[in-house]
């Protein structure tokens, strides 16, 4: 039945495609040609018989629409709820759940009560119609823009950079935290009346040919690094990041490479980061792509902010990808004292990292992360090499004082401070090499 639903969905995948885009590639046929990857990668998951991502879509199509008012900008769509199943009781943060939701959360979510709040894929953190999150963290120069929020007719609408797990994921957030304020008694959005609009992959895709990616110099470049890329000073020096807009870079060589170190504004949460990498290959010739960045781990005796991670394998959505990484050899010979090599699974929410769903896995997955899979499965599928090495920054198996609620401690700092420093030993012995 599922299946069946996945290719009733194909087809007006393949409508769509035909009717919309194919009359415009005379105009713009870069743009078109992520998308059609697109299009053919959905096509490929149902000829193989993987139900994918897609299945994350046909669910969604199960659920009833929900009828609310919504904006010019945001076409006629069936909207769903998220699962809203996380509470301190069953969710592997326990009691640190509310405060990480809390901080999360848009203030405008929390001002008043409306008939319904609706996240969906919407790049407009400087639209003058839309009101920036109070708490960004703005004292770093990449990952720091969050969700917006606009107002339109009793309803609240909250405006992520478009990616299905994105925006799944923010809906989760408010949901979840409406939901203990619910218990509390506040007066305030019932947490059913919480909705998402499931952003595509070409969703993902327009909304990076509309950023200054496209101003992204990237002829002659053989590595890109993304993720914590103002991390790396030994690396990248004194030269000044370029690019106006969400999107910033610095190039360098190391002997013949020329090294890309590329930054964004946003999160390129869960699958948007598979996309980027998408983007990028179908326009230039990048050999190599390096992730840089944070996860979970899911061994209970591994405490947070004192190992990093990498390795070759995650599960996808039930199916293991799997690359050759290309900083093991550059580990062993300088970072083997503070890394760990493990198994990886990719995960859409940190709302979903419920105890049930980690007994499940323990046994056989050392990491959770909602980027690294993506990532992987673009680059096996775009032909390139590729690598991540992440902090273990949360312990889903067992309560330690540090994780994803109190990350500005200062003893939290001072550890991945020494991380950051085994970083760069591992890049610079990578791309010297």
Same mark, same amino acid.
């Given at each position: 039945?599922?299946?069946?639903?996945?290719?009733?969905?194909?087809?007006?995948?393949?409508?769509?495609?035909?009717?919309?885009?194919?009359?415009?590639?005379?105009?713009?046929?870069?743009?078109?040609?992520?998308?059609?990857?697109?299009?053919?990668?959905?096509?490929?998951?149902?000829?193989?018989?993987?139900?994918?991502?897609?299945?994350?879509?046909?669910?969604?199509?199960?659920?009833?629409?929900?009828?609310?008012?919504?904006?010019?900008?945001?076409?006629?769509?069936?909207?769903?709820?998220?699962?809203?199943?996380?509470?301190?009781?069953?969710?592997?943060?326990?009691?640190?759940?509310?405060?990480?939701?809390?901080?999360?959360?848009?203030?405008?979510?929390?001002?008043?009560?409306?008939?319904?709040?609706?996240?969906?894929?919407?790049?407009?953190?400087?639209?003058?119609?839309?009101?920036?999150?109070?708490?960004?963290?703005?004292?770093?120069?990449?990952?720091?823009?969050?969700?917006?929020?606009?107002?339109?007719?009793?309803?609240?609408?909250?405006?992520?950079?478009?990616?299905?797990?994105?925006?799944?994921?923010?809906?989760?957030?408010?949901?979840?935290?409406?939901?203990?304020?619910?218990?509390?008694?506040?007066?305030?959005?019932?947490?059913?009346? %919480?909705?998402?609009?499931?952003?595509?992959?070409?969703?993902?895709?327009?909304?990076?040919?509309?950023?200054?990616?496209?101003?992204?110099?990237?002829?002659?470049?053989?590595?890109?690094?993304?993720?914590?890329?103002?991390?790396?000073?030994?690396?990248?020096?004194?030269?000044?990041?370029?690019?106006?807009?969400?999107?910033?870079?610095?190039?360098?060589?190391?002997?013949?490479?020329?090294?890309?170190?590329?930054?964004?504004?946003?999160?390129?949460?869960?699958?948007?980061?598979?996309?980027?990498?998408?983007?990028?290959?179908?326009?230039?010739?990048?050999?190599?792509?390096?992730?840089?960045?944070?996860?979970?781990?899911?061994?209970?005796?591994?405490?947070?902010?004192?190992?990093?991670?990498?390795?070759?394998?995650?599960?996808?959505?039930?199916?293991?990808?799997?690359?050759?990484? %290309?900083?093991?050899?550059? %580990?062993?010979?300088?970072?083997?004292?503070?890394?760990?090599?493990?198994?990886?699974?990719?995960?859409?929410?940190?709302?979903?990292?419920?105890?049930?769903?980690?007994?499940?896995?323990?046994?056989?997955?050392?990491?959770?992360?909602?980027?690294?899979?993506?990532?992987?499965?673009?680059?096996?599928?775009?032909? %390139?090499?590729?690598?991540?090495?992440?902090?273990?920054?949360?312990?889903?198996?067992?309560?330690?004082?540090?994780?994803?609620?109190?990350?500005?401690?200062?003893?939290?700092?001072?550890?991945?401070?020494?991380?950051?420093?085994?970083?760069?030993?591992?890049?610079?012995?990578?791309?010297?090499?």
């Amino acid at each position: 039945m599922l299946r069946q639903r996945v290719r009733e969905y194909s087809s007006h995948v393949c409508t769509i495609v035909a009717v919309f885009l194919l009359p415009t590639f005379h105009f713009n046929l870069k743009t078109n040609q992520t998308i059609i990857t697109c299009f053919a990668m959905t096509l490929s998951y149902i000829s193989e018989g993987t139900v994918g991502s897609l299945t994350k879509l046909s669910a969604s199509a199960m659920l009833p629409t929900v009828a609310v008012t919504t904006p010019h900008s945001i076409p006629a769509a069936r909207i769903v709820r998220p699962r809203n199943e996380a509470d301190v009781n069953n969710h592997t943060m326990g009691a640190s759940l509310p405060r990480y939701l809390e901080i999360k959360v848009h203030q405008a979510a929390l001002e008043k009560p409306y008939k319904a709040i609706v996240v969906h894929g919407l790049y407009a953190r400087y639209s003058p119609d839309s009101i920036a999150f109070d708490g960004e963290k703005r004292d770093k120069p990449f990952n720091w823009e969050r969700p917006t929020a606009r107002e339109v007719e009793s309803t609240l609408f909250i405006e992520c950079f478009p990616g299905y797990d994105h925006v799944e994921h923010y809906a989760e957030i408010i949901a979840n935290y409406l939901k203990i304020r619910e218990h509390q008694g506040d007066k305030l959005t019932p947490s059913n009346q %919480v909705f998402f609009i499931p952003a595509s992959c070409s969703d993902t895709q327009l909304a990076l040919h509309s950023t200054n990616l496209g101003d992204f110099p990237g002829e002659g470049v053989d590595t890109v690094i993304l993720g914590l890329v103002w991390h790396l000073p030994r690396l990248t020096g004194s030269a000044e990041w370029s690019g106006n807009g969400p999107w910033q870079w610095i190039l360098k060589d190391f002997g013949s490479r020329r090294v890309a170190f590329l930054g964004f504004r946003p999160a390129f949460w869960g699958d948007i980061s598979g996309e980027v990498i998408y983007w990028l290959t179908s326009r230039f010739s990048i050999k190599e792509f390096i992730y840089l960045g944070k996860l979970g781990g899911l061994k209970p005796d591994v405490a947070p902010n004192t190992w990093l991670a990498t390795g070759g394998r995650s599960l996808v959505m039930g199916r293991m990808v799997e690359w050759d990484n %290309v900083l093991q050899p550059s %580990v062993e010979r300088v970072g083997k004292d503070s890394v760990i090599f493990g198994t990886h699974i990719t995960l859409g929410s940190v709302l979903h990292e419920t105890k049930t769903w980690h007994a499940d896995l323990v046994e056989d997955v050392d990491f959770v992360d909602p980027e690294i899979g993506m990532m992987a499965q673009a680059a096996v599928r775009s032909g %390139v090499r590729y690598g991540y090495l992440h902090m273990i920054t949360d312990n889903l198996g067992k309560k330690y004082d540090e994780d994803l609620s109190n990350e500005r401690k200062e003893s939290v700092l001072m550890n991945r401070e020494r991380l950051h420093r085994v970083v760069q030993d591992v890049m610079e012995a990578h791309l010297t090499r």
